[in-house]
């Protein structure tokens, strides 16, 4: 295969279909919850097996806040809360 | 029957294993005799007909409770069984449990650490879900089963066989050897609990020996009711058939037992227990025989009454039925208003409404009860004390009319303007049961307007319709305020209308506005009544010699004043404009009143003067368009379509010239001359191009026909203005049929080599294979006539298999998001409160409210505001403050739209404030309501287009090389989340440096193409000395760009060491092999992988605008991604599973989105996106991809009578049992089961009163 190309490693973060996923610190954690009035169990949920999750090194327990692109609103926001699996 | 309030909580229900103590204790009687009745006809007693059960007629007293039938709820007996007998539904739990328990000391089959392990696990997480708890459980089963000797008491453990369905074997060393039922029960009883709570069994309160039953309850005699037959012979239920013969059996081990029989005797005797109580609870077990009647047909025993269908779940306890309905065929009547509906008098009189007796109604009511049972009259009064009178059989009606007092309630027939509501099956979306006025009319239909066919798929070939009358204030109101006709104009689909003119109105609208009709005043001015016009007329178009108005002026009329509108023609003509709400130019067709045309003149009517406005305009210009057309005059004949000889002719030439080409092309394929298509044979390419050839023929033939009907043809007129047919069907009916097919192929199937027997085999002419050259008009021959019953046929095959698959699909997307809701905080949740989506449809816009997806139509607001603004614009800078005040209360894409048109509108700063309030004020009207059942609304707006879907799979002929599975197929595919699509695909981007180098593409392309070894061998020879040579094919080696080299390597692994003889010869010498297993490795070697990746059957290079990209047949995303030069940021994949597995579930969800979307948008059907988003998301809440059905998202449900009622009905129940769930009846399902508000919408509400106060007040 060609060699010269000169490929900087790639971070499945970067694929068009990844939105931006980050971990929320724990203050940041309480304060979701409080707004939407929730336990963690009754947030949406991300396996710890999950790619993106390995890849951002949450551990189950964390809350990850999902940035994505929204055709009708432009941006929103989703919360998904780290479980084994 | 007095009307009683009475108040029923139900709480919950909890499922659990009843324990032989139990069942005694709630027996009223020990049933011992076979025998139900005696030689006088007498129930005996002690029998299964025993009065202690209940009652069963209506004058009897229960001999347990001592009421009557209509009260008593019958009372369970037992049966004590002479030996344990296993039950059918735990079978598979007896199993496990014996497969992880020690069969000497009954404990669990794991060593202390590993049980204390567990236990702590346990213990520790307080919080653990029952999900995780049921993984633990899951995980020490299978660990246990693998355990060979017992680490308690170092016994053997033996495998455990179970012969379904209730035999257990332990295999020994000495063979197997049958576990008994009494055995069992003994093994079960000895586990002790701790060990049970580690096997995920609920704690404290089931004990496994209860799946082993040693008493039978009885059910009371009102669930196996005994049917009187006219003959005068009682025919009793299949229950107490069988019940008689367990009885029997039971009494004969008993017998049997006392007197000594031999152990193997009874055995059979128990077996044959076993199989009646078997077949008692399920007589559709595989692996036994089925119990039969005497008349042979199979009984429907337990489970066959609560399964399926016609079962008790869904067809009882989910689908209730309903007094005061009524069911008739429709007919249409454009004079009605669009939300009523013609009820005849008949119904009229049946139908009733409660009304109260109050001081204002009471004369009115007076003379209703003097009526009686005439028309208007009434058919009931009730007392206030309760009673009900029956008006029929009172002699003297004006004397029960004058004893009306405040306070009675009168029945009285249905009147015009009464509330009902109107439904047509199947219900697919929510516009399928909508209240109409009701309007008493003679004649034996019911009568609805023709624009309301659209959202009830309503025609009038004999269809029949339902129609409801809500008896409450609360209902009636409820449907007044929210199920209006006018109030449903908008489908929640795709934020358009769906009502609107259809058929004649839209030839009539056509008719009416072109540009050459002019009307007299008289004409003029009577329509304008007709339509309900009171006001100044216009002035007339032209004055001389005679007054004459146009036919646009009319429309004008019934269009808002101020109303500005312009819509870009759909044929030629001139743009429709309408100003200051006068049609000035532009005919009226479809796109401009039509039903399903968002946009439309229609569309701005609803959402800029409400939807009774709307329905005025529709009714008025409806009625006149009706009139005006009935006055004209419109008509279609045989003669429409007569065309001159010339045009005959040449419709003949066109598809005359068409076999010419055609025969040049089969001649240039058997001369190899024919150019080649990639990846197609030359046969395929071959047909490929006669195929194109004859549609092409087919169109000019078509065109020709056009070409010679005039402007004014009638078939013209309807098909332009979208009023009925096509151009196609045009030249259908004057020029030719053109090609037949099947399976989207031109027909083959019929005689060897030959369709049919008229043609000689293998006939190159396209007639053979179902061309046909005539058309409607002129009639068919009898060869093309059968083709085209074939096509047919096809037609209405794929019509019926598509109903069912959409609408099971449906029926699995309702089930799964039914009990979804809008909370008050916009969160959409299910009713445990987990959050689906953090804002409902991320905006939280209501499609329904939308407009036309759109939360706020910006550019119509700045077109309105410019009407009226003057002043210098404001400055850019100014703008963008104005904007940052409005970020938190708009959503960023609404402010990025603002921001660019607003900037390009050279507004006044006012003007720009007004805007932006008037943005915000539109924004916030179109959130969507908290109650809304969007889950269900989601799954209709899915379901319902799905109906249309064509189930064929395309073919990209030529353009793409590729099949991809498409519409319905593609559709359910999606929702079932398999793990494989059916036709995997991949569109792979190259790095922007090498997008453009088409080489470098096609090097890739071929890097990526999977290919076997034997893909480049010729041939291959073994000898039994155990030498295996492959002859290389040197083309194939060369389009594969590989060297014999490198064909080696492939070869070469740890043992096998290739030799190249010659440039394509490659010998591998395999010692101490037999020819056969010679033969074994040869074949591995030419299936072995030689290069490319696996999984990618194909690859071809194709530009998309001017790059170059890869498609591919077969995906492999996680490998494809590595390879160098491939952009791995944008490569994408149709295989969601495997986009999940390696993007993550946020990936996932996308894709869903994505693919859902493309399905939908390919077979040209709206469906609003924040549908889609709630599907997406709710199939992706848990993590992982999960089905919209009985193993994904239905499965998961946290109620199980919403998962019995869906699938799998039995199992879910004794599952349920077994683990001691309680239904917290919070959903939709389980609420519509046990008769409470379903709680989503007005039944989420609750009113509360604080008790006290009023009782303090009162008391004063």
């Known amino acids: ?85 | 029957m007095s009307i009683q309030e009475i108040q029923k909580n139900i709480g919950g229900i909890k499922f659990s294993v009843f324990s032989p103590q139990i069942i005694r204790a709630y027996s009223v009687v020990e049933i011992t005799a076979p025998e139900t009745y005696d030689r006088d006809g007498l129930p005996v007693p002690g029998g299964l007909m025993d009065p202690r059960l209940g009652t069963l007629e209506p004058g009897q007293k229960c001999a347990t409770c001592g009421n009557t039938s209509a009260k008593c709820p019958g009372h369970f007996g037992h049966i004590e069984l002479a030996e344990p007998i296993i039950h059918v539904a735990f079978v598979d739990d007896i199993y496990t449990i014996l497969q992880c328990t020690c069969r000497v000391c009954h404990k669990l089959i794991l060593n202390d650490d590993e049980i204390s392990k567990y236990k702590k696990i346990l213990e520790e997480s307080k919080y653990i879900t029952p999900e995780v708890y049921e993984n633990i459980a899951r995980e020490i089963k299978s660990k246990a089963k693998k355990v060979r000797q017992c680490p308690h008491c170092g016994n053997v453990k033996y495998e455990i066989q179970l012969v379904k369905p209730t035999t257990f074997y332990e295999i020994r060393e000495e063979g197997p050897s049958r576990l008994l039922a009494s055995s069992i029960r003994a093994w079960l009883e000895d586990i002790n609990d701790k060990n049970l709570i580690l096997l995920g069994y609920d704690l404290e309160k089931i004990r496994p020996e209860w799946f082993v039953l040693q008493v039978l309850p009885v059910p009371p005699v009102t669930v196996r009711p005994s049917i009187i037959l006219e003959t005068g012979i009682r025919s009793e239920d299949d229950l107490t058939h069988k019940l008689v013969d367990i009885l029997r059996t039971n009494q004969r081990v008993k017998e049997s037992k006392e007197s000594g029989s031999p152990p193997l005797i009874v055995q059979d005797l128990v077996d044959l227990v076993q199989y009646h109580v078997t077949t008692y609870f399920d007589n559709e077990v595989s692996g036994i025989p089925q119990a039969h009647h005497r008349s042979g047909r199979p009984l429907r025993t337990l489970s066959q009454r609560l399964k399926g269908k016609e079962g008790r779940f869904r067809g009882n306890l989910s689908g209730k039925r309903v007094d005061f309905s009524s069911r008739t065929v429709i007919s249409p009547d454009p004079n009605l208003d669009i939300n009523e509906v013609g009820i005849p008098i008949e119904v009229a009189k049946k139908l009733t409404i409660p009304e109260k007796v109050t001081v204002w109604n009471i004369e009115r009511l007076r003379q209703l009860v003097i009526n009686g049972e005439n028309y208007p009259g009434a058919n009931y009064i009730i007392r206030p004390d309760g009673v009900k009178i029956r008006l029929d059989y009172v002699q003297d009606r004006k004397a029960v009319a004058a004893a009306l007092a405040p306070g009675y309630i009168v029945e009285r027939h249905l009147v015009d303007g009464d509330i009902v509501l109107f439904n047509r099956q199947p219900s697919l979306h929510r516009m399928s049961i909508m209240a109409h006025q009701a309007k008493v009319l003679p004649g034996r239909t019911f009568r609805l307007h023709p624009a309301v066919c659209t959202p009830y798929n309503a025609d009038f070939d004999g269809d029949e319709m339902n129609l409801h009358v809500p008896q409450g204030e609360e209902a009636r109101c409820e449907a007044e305020l929210l199920m209006r006709v006018q109030d449903q104009i908008l489908s929640p689909r795709y934020g358009g209308p769906i009502i609107g003119a259809i058929r004649d109105f839209l030839t009539g609208a056509y008719l009416l506005t072109k540009d050459d009709t002019y009307l007299t005043k008289e004409e003029f001015f009577n329509l304008a009544n007709i339509g309900g016009y009171f006001g100044p007329m216009p002035e007339p178009t032209v004055k001389e010699p005679k007054e004459l108005y146009h036919g646009r002026q009319l429309f004008s009329l019934f269009l808002p004043k101020g109303f500005n509108y312009t819509l870009r023609a759909s044929w030629r003509g001139k743009h429709v404009v309408i100003k200051d709400g006068i049609l000035v130019s532009g005919v009226i067709d479809k796109s401009s009143i039509g039903a399903e045309k968002p946009d439309s003149i229609l569309h701005r009517i609803v959402k800029e003067y409400g939807s009774d406005a709307a329905r005025n305009f529709l009714n008025s210009i409806l009625r006149v368009i009706k009139a005006y057309l009935t006055s004209k005059g419109f008509t279609i004949g045989y003669g429409d379509f007569w065309l001159p000889p010339s045009a005959r002719k040449a419709v003949n030439q066109a598809i005359a010239e068409a076999y010419e080409r055609i025969k040049d092309l089969q001649r240039q394929y058997e001369e190899g001359t024919l150019p080649l298509m990639r990846g197609l044979s030359p046969e395929e390419a071959l047909e490929l191009y006669i195929v194109n050839e004859l549609s092409k023929a087919r169109d000019n033939a078509g065109k020709v026909a056009e070409k010679y009907l005039s402007d004014d043809n009638s078939a013209v007129v309807m098909a332009r203005t979208g009023a009925r047919g096509s151009p196609l069907n045009i030249g259908h009916m004057a020029a030719a049929l053109g090609q037949q097919s099947i399976r989207g192929k031109r027909i083959t199937r019929g005689f060897e080599n030959r369709t049919l027997c008229h043609f000689k085999p293998n006939d190159p002419n396209p007639d053979a294979k179902g061309f046909i050259k005539s058309n409607y008009r002129d009639g068919l021959n009898p060869l093309e006539f059968f083709f085209h019953a074939m096509g047919g046929r096809e037609g209405l095959v794929d019509t019926a298999v598509r109903t069912q698959q959409s609408g099971y699909m449906q029926r699995r997307l309702v089930n799964a998001m039914e009990h979804l809701r809008v909370e008050y905080d916009r969160t959409v949740r299910d009713p445990e409160g987990a959050i689906i989506q953090f804002l409902y449809g991320e905006d939280g816009v209501d499609p329904s409210k939308s407009d036309h997806g759109k939360a706020v139509n910006v550019r119509r607001l700045i077109e309105a505001e410019q009407l009226i603004a003057k002043g210098a614009p404001i400055e850019a800078e100014e703008l963008e403050k104005l904007l940052s005040e409005y970020v938190h209360r708009l959503n960023p894409k609404l402010i990025e739209e603002l921001k660019e048109a607003l900037s390009k509108s050279e507004l006044p700063k006012e003007n720009v404030e007004n805007v932006l309030k008037r943005t915000v004020e539109l924004f916030e009207q179109a959130l969507i309501e908290p109650g809304e059942a969007v889950g269900v609304v989601a799954a209709q707006s899915i379901g319902e287009p799905s109906t249309q879907m064509t189930l064929r799979t395309f073919h990209f002929a030529g353009v793409k090389e590729r099949d991809i599975t498409l519409g319905l197929p593609r559709l359910i595919e999606l929702v079932d989340a398999r793990r494989q699509p059916s036709t995997p695909t991949m569109d792979i981007y190259l790095l922007p440096e090498f997008a453009e180098d088409l080489d470098f593409a096609r090097k890739i392309a071929a890097e990526i193409r999977f290919s076997k070894i034997g893909d480049v061998v010729k041939s291959s020879e073994i000898d039994p000395s155990g030498q295996i040579t492959f002859v290389l094919d040197k083309e194939a080696m060369e389009e594969l760009v590989v060297t014999p080299e490198y064909v080696a390597s492939q070869i070469e692994t740890g043992k096998r060491k290739p030799e190249i003889v010659n440039e394509d010869t490659i010998i591998l010498m395999v010692e101490g092999a037999d020819p056969l297993s010679l033969q074994r490795i040869r074949n591995k070697i030419l299936n072995s992988r030689l290069k490319g990746i696996p999984g990618i059957t194909e690859a071809t290079v194709v530009k998309e605008g001017s790059e170059w990209v890869i498609q591919t047949k077969g995906s492999n995303l996680a490998k494809v991604l590595k390879i160098e030069g491939v952009d791995p940021t944008r490569t994408i994949t149709n295989d969601i599973y495997e986009i999940w597995t390696t993007l993550g579930i946020e990936a996932a969800r996308a894709a869903l989105v994505r693919e859902i979307s493309k399905t939908m948008e390919e077979q040209g059907l709206e469906v609003d996106i924040r549908h889609i988003y709630l599907v997406a998301d709710l199939m992706t809440v848990t993590g992982a991809l999960k089905q919209v059905g009985r193993h994904g998202v239905v499965g998961g449900k946290a109620s199980v009578l919403a998962r019995a009622a869906f699938e799998i009905t039995v199992p879910t129940l004794a599952e349920a049992a077994v683990k001691g769930e309680i239904e917290q009846l919070k959903g939709v399902t389980e609420s519509v089961i046990v008769g409470l508000p379903i709680p989503v919408g007005t039944g989420m509400v609750d009113l509360f009163i604080t008790q006290g106060e009023n009782v303090e007040q009162k008391s004063d």
């Open chain 1, 1 to 85: 295969m060609d060699k010269k190309v000169g490929q900087k490693e790639f971070s499945i973060m970067d694929h068009i279909l990844v939105p931006k996923h980050e971990i929320l610190s724990p203050e940041e954690a309480k304060i979701v919850l409080e707004t939407y009035r929730v336990k963690p169990h009754q947030l949406p949920y991300i396996l710890s097996s999950d790619p993106v999750v390995k890849e951002l090194g949450a551990k189950p327990g964390d809350i990850i806040k999902i940035t994505r692109k929204s055709e009708v609103a432009g941006v929103a926001y989703y919360y998904r809360y780290v479980i084994e699996g």
